[in-house]
């Protein structure tokens, strides 16, 4: 099985050569090599309508339900760009997007919490219990004896809260 590579199964190796430390420049470069680095420092310029968007490669990478799902923080990042830059409006746009997930996590947690719980009306839901609190000696409190005084009060499920309306 082949896997896929970046570089096409080649090794990769630098373009810019033995010229890419300050150093070996320095000990001395033929005329040759100074044209070589001169054309390569003239390349990396990059021209002013670059880098270039396109639109259908969006489209190509991004299906529909991803560009549906993306698309309110996108309008969010293409409004901030002229009064923020773009780097600050992606940063911006990365982060409320994971602050928005998280406050959905905790709303939701909140949520089940607060209206699946464990009582008597059904089988499933979270059980949450909370421990006694610690009353050490000379506290004036000591020795604290449990509410929970008849055998009753233990695994109820809430069921001792009920009213029956007859």
């Known amino acids: ?10 090794k990769p190796m630098t373009i810019q050569g033995r010229l890419v430390r300050e150093r070996e420049r320095l000990v001395g470069m033929t005329d040759e090599e100074r044209a070589f680095r001169a054309k390569f420092l003239k390349a990396q ?9 396109v639109p259908e490669l969006y489209a190509e990478y991004n299906n529909p339900i991803r560009r549906f799902y993306k698309y309110p923080l996108n309008q969010v990042q293409k409004y901030l760009e002229p009064k923020v830059g ?48 610690a009353v050490l000696p000379g506290d004036p409190r000591y020795p604290m004896v449990s ?16 009213t029956l309306n007859l």
């Open 1 to 10: 099985m082949v896997k896929a590579s970046s570089t096409g199964g080649v």
């Open 45 to 53: 310029i990059l021209s002013p309508n670059e880098p270039r968007v």
């Open 86 to 133: 773009p780097s600050v409006a992606l940063h911006l746009r990365y982060f409320a997007g994971k602050a928005l997930l998280g406050l959905g996590i905790i709303y939701y947690t909140a949520y089940y919490f607060k209206y699946n719980g464990h009582d008597w009306t059904k089988k499933g839901g979270w059980k949450v219990t909370t421990s006694r609190e």
């Open 147 to 162: 509410d929970k005084t008849k055998p009753s009060d233990y695994a109820t499920k809430g069921f001792e809260k009920v």
